[in-house]
């Protein structure tokens, strides 16, 4: 599947286009279908969000991943430091980066 | 693209267009040239004197070869109109005034105020060049 | 240390006020992302894989308490917690918002600090010697000699649009403590036979993907001269840089295109021509800034004695601890590399203790190393086994600088937009590794650099073993280089041959490392052999046997 991503003009948070609005949660992101580039047009001009662009992901059971190694750490947080990551809870987080 | 031209002379504008360097070289009357970044400045020095406008192009504004064009130009005692036509943007004016241009012709109109408030943007400099402004070290240490 | 007078301190506040306006209109939507970055740029501030990152400059990698000590406050206010010392001499914070930019500037503001020119293709921080004005063998202080070139470089007009970045570094040694020839300028305060003193100018070195090492252009230019040169140097390269493409546009391309000779002629042309302008500023104003660098209040009674009762003192003591200029102190360097740890991080609490430290026991000051490390440069003897003691629950006291486990490492696809590879987790390998003592000890002066990709920002050519990280079909691949140096006898690493995966290449390190213990000669540091030897040997040991590489 196709998705959108980007980044908070105010906060540099990362975040993925939900279908309505903008999500801190990977799993939340939709098919971005043929309008991606529309949406990312539209929500550009909003001057809300920055660096967006359309990535390759999958779904799977446990949601969706990015292709690419570079978003699913943007995805997650820094495998480093998972405590600071989006499930700090979780230690075997990283194990779906690699 | 429309024509807005800052200018902080007296004098009364040229009207001649500019040529090019190479154009320049061959016509002994004109009195308007027009550098672009990979002409080299120096081969203006000996026609200073009849020049009256230099218009310096910046096709992007990351190209800085303009600044030291200019410094050239004006350490070389080059007096006459010198214009930075282009890329030229709000950001960029108060350091292309400090390198001696005075007059300005952005792709984009920029109003006379903001200009103003760009120019007043540094209370101090620490470099001598050639605008005039005397350095922090020459006011530290008073001649 | 150098203190702002008005002047500075309008300059700085002038940046703070003109970056509120710029984030403002960016905020209000009157300006573009495209307009924005540019001015956020050069500001430091960077949108990174998570969130903004703000670099901030250490001029000269010089620090008081007070400075240190915002460095902690700020990135507990604004960041999460922590920061990350840089090769550069500088700090990142990684988790910076937008909205919150120019608060930050003006805090640092407040203890005479900013990010002036922390990126971008101008002129930016220069760096120096971390144990300037203290090391025993020094010949000049270079830090006036630096102040100098920071007033003179910050908002320089000319050459804010250079092709591309630039960075100058300054020593007063002879040894080399800042990699000053893989600069694009090193100057080197050398002294000739009259007793003179004079700047050496080294220009055109660089990492990156085109890795050299400067070669000499200017032998002996007279220090009232020194800005004039570099208004030459920059000038000739501002003017005659490529801007064609991004991977040329390095000064070490256009004289290495050139040659070293020619570019010497038109610097020189260029030169005559900038001293009839009187651009250079007077004795006075060096004399001025050397004012604030004189030699603090040691104590000329200071003993010489030190009890290494403790071994774990001592060792530290051996390895942390170096010679000082006056007799009865010595210079402290506080590793930031503990077994497991990621390199150059430091936690706001840990920022703050070291400014406490620095305020009690080294004359209120500190420095940041390009090997990531702190330096505490001016402390008593006396005072080093209760300093030792505080460093040491705080997690402060591995002794191993200069070791093995003593990694540069940039912070790679963990943090940052460029990476191909994550560094930090092959560092923190390496280092659990290695993690005995003893086993690095034994090893020796061995540096280990780490980049995530061909820029270079961890220095991976100029280690004695380098990593490399690369992308591989989407998967994380590291390059093993072997043979890098810094300093006197700077040297490029050359790669070993295939990559490996994670666990491949610290395997591939080990095995390095059991080469030169097997070969090497009485007193040969790893490089040393490594040169004598060649490759041939490594790449057997490493390649040995078909081991599964990723
Ligand atoms: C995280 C954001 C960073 C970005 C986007 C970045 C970007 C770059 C780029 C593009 C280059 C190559 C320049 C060239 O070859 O022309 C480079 C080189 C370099 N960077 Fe970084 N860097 C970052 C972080 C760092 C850090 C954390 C350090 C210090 C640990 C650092 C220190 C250096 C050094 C020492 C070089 C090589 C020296 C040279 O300029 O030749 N950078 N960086
Ligand atoms: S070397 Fe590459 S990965 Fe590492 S910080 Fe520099 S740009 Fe990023």
Redesign the pocket.
């Given at each position: 599947m196709k998705i959108i991503t980007g980044s908070d003009l105010r906060t540099g948070d990362v975040i993925w286009w939900t279908g309505e609005g903008w999500s801190r949660h990977v799993n939340d992101a939709v098919e971005a279908g043929e309008h991606a580039e529309a949406i990312i047009a539209r929500e550009n001009a909003k001057q809300i969000v920055t660096d967006t662009q359309v990535i390759e992901a999958t779904r799977t059971d446990d949601g969706v991943r990015p292709a690419h190694i570079k978003d699913r750490i943007r995805a997650l947080g820094p495998t480093v430091r998972l405590d600071l990551s989006l499930k700090p809870a979780d230690t075997d987080a990283g194990t779906w980066v690699i | 693209m429309v024509e807005q031209t800052l200018r902080f002379r007296d004098d009364e504008p040229v009207g001649d267009p500019a040529v090019t360097v190479d154009a320049f070289a061959d016509q002994s009357n004109a009195t308007a040239v027009r550098i672009e970044p990979g002409d080299d400045a120096r081969a203006l020095l000996p026609h200073l004197d009849r020049l009256a406008l230099v218009e310096v192009n910046f096709p992007a504004y990351t190209d800085g070869r303009g600044y030291s064009a200019a410094r050239i130009l004006r350490e070389h005692g080059y007096a006459g109109e010198l214009r930075a036509v282009g890329d030229v943007l709000l950001d960029q004016l108060s350091h292309m005034r400090r390198c001696g241009f005075d007059s300005f012709a952005p792709n984009q109109a920029i109003s006379a105020q903001a200009a103003e408030k760009a120019f007043a943007t540094w209370p101090e400099v620490y470099q001598k060049t050639v605008d005039g402004r005397p350095a922090i070290w020459a006011k530290r240490h008073p001649a | 240390m150098y203190q702002y007078d008005q002047y500075d301190q309008a300059m700085v506040d002038a940046r703070v006020a003109e970056f509120r306006d710029q984030v403002e209109r960016r905020l209000a939507g009157d300006i573009s992302e495209d307009q924005f970055k540019p001015l956020r740029l050069k500001n430091g501030l960077?949108l990174?894989l998570h969130a903004y990152?703000l670099?901030v400059a250490i001029p000269y990698g010089t620090l008081s308490s007070r400075q240190m000590r915002m460095l902690g406050d700020i990135a507990d206010k604004y960041d999460r917690g922590y920061g990350?010392?840089?090769?550069?001499q500088?700090i990142?914070y990684n988790w910076i918002k937008l909205q919150d930019a120019p608060d930050i500037l003006a805090d640092l503001a407040s203890v005479e600090m900013h990010a002036i020119q922390t990126?971008g293709n101008c002129i930016?921080n220069t760096t120096s010697d971390q144990f300037a004005g203290a090391a025993a063998d020094e010949l000049v202080d270079p830090r006036p000699y630096a102040e100098l070139l920071r007033q003179w470089s910050t908002f320089h007009p000319e050459f804010d649009y250079l092709p591309?970045?630039f960075?100058i570094a300054i020593i007063g040694s002879e040894t080399d403590r800042a990699?000053m020839k893989?600069?694009?300028i090193g100057i080197q305060l050398v002294q000739n036979d009259a007793g003179e003193i004079g700047c050496k100018f080294y220009v055109g070195?660089?990492?990156?993907?085109?890795?050299m090492i400067a070669p000499v252009i200017g032998d002996f230019v007279p220090p009232l001269q020194m800005i004039s040169y570099l208004e030459a140097c920059l000038r000739v390269y501002n003017r005659y840089g490529r801007r064609d493409n991004?991977?040329k546009?390095?000064i070490?391309i256009l004289v290495h295109e050139i040659g070293a000779d020619e570019y010497r002629r038109q610097v020189e042309e260029e030169f005559k021509h900038i001293l009839t302008l009187g651009l250079e500023p007077p004795a006075a104003e060096l004399e001025r800034i050397k004012g604030f660098f004189e030699q603090p209040g040691f104590d000329a009674n200071a003993s010489d004695e030190l009890d290494l009762s403790d071994p774990d003192f001592a060792l530290w003591v051996d390895q942390n601890v170096h010679a000082h200029k006056q007799p009865g102190y010595a210079i402290v360097n506080i590793s930031l590399k503990p077994v497991g740890g990621i390199p150059?991080d430091a936690t706001a609490d840990q920022i703050r203790l070291m400014a406490d430290l620095a305020l009690e026991h080294s004359f209120d000051e500190l420095r940041v190393t390009?090997a990531?490390n702190i330096v505490l440069p001016h402390v008593k003897k006396a005072d080093l086994y209760g300093l030792w003691q505080k460093l040491d629950e705080a997690g402060l006291a591995s002794a191993n600088l200069d070791l093995i486990g003593d990694i540069?490492?940039?912070?790679g696809l963990d943090?940052?937009?460029?990476?191909n590879a994550r560094s930090i987790p092959v560092a923190q390998k390496i280092s659990e590794r290695f993690a005995d003592l003893g086993r690095q000890r034994e090893l020796g002066e061995l540096k280990l650099k780490i980049?995530g990709?061909?820029?270079?920002?961890?220095?991976h050519h100029a280690g004695h073993i380098g990593i490399l990280g690369v992308d591989r079909k989407g998967v994380e691949n590291y390059q093993l280089l072997l043979g890098g140096c810094e300093g006197a006898d700077t040297s490029l690493g050359t790669i070993t041959g295939p990559g490996f995966n994670e666990d491949g290449i610290v395997d591939a390190v080990e095995k390095a490392t059991d080469v030169y213990l097997a070969k090497r000669a009485e007193g040969e540091r790893f490089v040393d052999t490594f040169r004598r030897i060649g490759m041939a040997p490594f790449k057997e040991a490493i390649y040995a046997k078909e081991t599964a590489n990723g």
């Open positions: - | - | 960077y990174q990152m670099r990350h010392f840089t090769t550069r500088n990142q990126s930016r591309r970045k960075k990699a893989l600069h694009d070195g660089g990492m990156g993907r085109t890795p991004k991977y546009a390095r070490k150059g390009h990531q540069i490492a940039c912070p943090y940052c937009a460029l990476a980049s990709c061909i820029n270079a920002c961890g220095h």
